[in-house]
């Protein structure tokens, strides 16, 4: 049925339950599985805030915090893959839309499943906080399996 997975995580608690979904799903259809998190980039007047703040090079700081960040979420990843049975393509991709990402990459790799997680918040709260899972099903003719 499905051939390529894509698992959108961010890291939380959350999203690991969206990619344990994906796993176990995964391993009875045989299917590729690549998991993608996307990171934003550094704005403006963060780098700015930086340097006032004494910091030479906010930019390289910022670079090595996502960095390290990655590989110990990667870590995490790659281990519950090889306790599902599962090898996994890792990916990180930094975009200032991370749904915008999510639908493109998808797209790029013919996924034919995104799998991710949502906190399922509705009303004002949706509105105000926003929702990358939303916008993915706004923007994508992909299936997306949403775990909540």
């Known amino acids: 049925m499905y051939k390529h997975i894509l698992i959108a995580t961010d890291g939380s ?27 934003h980039p550094l704005r403006p007047e963060m780098e ?39 090898t996994i393509d890792l990916v990180h991709e930094i975009d ?4 915008e990402a999510i639908v493109r990459f998808a797209k790029l790799k013919d996924c034919d499943l995104i799998v991710m997680s949502s906190h399922g918040r509705r009303g004002i709260r949706k509105v105000i906080l926003g929702s990358q899972t939303s916008e993915v099903l706004a923007h994508t003719t992909i299936p997306v399996l949403v775990v909540r």
């Open 96 to 99: 200032d839309s991370p749904a």
């Open 48 to 86: 700015n805030a930086a340097r006032l703040g004494g910091i030479d090079d906010p930019v390289a700081r910022y670079d090595q915090q996502i960095d390290a960040n990655m590989k110990d979420r990667f870590a995490y990843i790659e281990q519950r893959g090889s306790e599902h049975g599962v």
């Open 13 to 39: 608690e959350l999203a690991r339950k969206g990619l344990e979904h994906g796993l176990a799903l995964a391993k009875p259809l045989q299917a590729n599985v690549t998991v993608l998190a996307v990171s």
